[in-house]
């Protein structure tokens, strides 16, 4: 039972964030729904497969994303929106914050210990290990978030298009 709260707290909490990220874009407001959706349904999918099939971070993000991705061009054609409307806001929740944080913390840090060589070298190590796991997982985050952009190039451009009468 606390299992599947902890599931629905994370994708409440992270529709919450995507509703205020998609706030500063200022969408219709038919998306603002889709968006929150969208975001709960990623990063759910993410806490889902870290938590309970033991996953890394950057994988899991990438199948979030992918979810997302996926999502958003089926909720596009629902509220005529495009793509990006939708999955931009939905995808800022899963950046890695924590990670990004401590990469610049540590490279701070070791700019102020140049002349200790061991807090050094335990700062850069730092600095490297949270760079390596941001830019991976944000990487991850676009391809997919893009993959269906990629896979269904017509069909995505064609989601606000009206169709042809003739």
């Known amino acids: 039972m606390m299992t599947i709260l902890n599931v629905i707290f994370d994708g409440l909490f992270a529709a919450i964030a995507g509703i205020g990220f998609g706030a500063i874009s200022d969408p ?68 890695p914050g924590k990670f990004a944080y401590n990469m610049v913390f540590s490279l701070l840090m070791s700019l102020q210990t140049v002349k200790e060589p061991g807090m050094l070298n335990k ?7 949270n760079t390596l796991v941001t830019c991976t997982v944000v990487f991850m985050l676009a391809i997919g978030a893009t993959l269906p952009i990629l896979l269904f190039p017509k069909i995505t451009f064609s989601i606000t298009r009206h169709k042809n009468k003739f």
């Open 123 to 129: 700062y850069m190590e730092a600095f490297f290990s």
């Open 28 to 95: 219709p407001l038919r998306a603002f729904k889709m968006i929150a959706i969208l975001s709960a349904l990623g990063h759910a999918c993410r806490y889902c497969l870290m938590h309970f099939l033991g996953f890394d971070i950057a994988t899991a993000s990438l199948f979030g994303a992918i979810a997302i991705g996926f999502g958003s061009m089926w909720f596009g054609k629902k509220v005529y929106c495009p793509l990006t409307v939708l999955y931009i806001p939905a995808l800022l929740p899963m950046i």
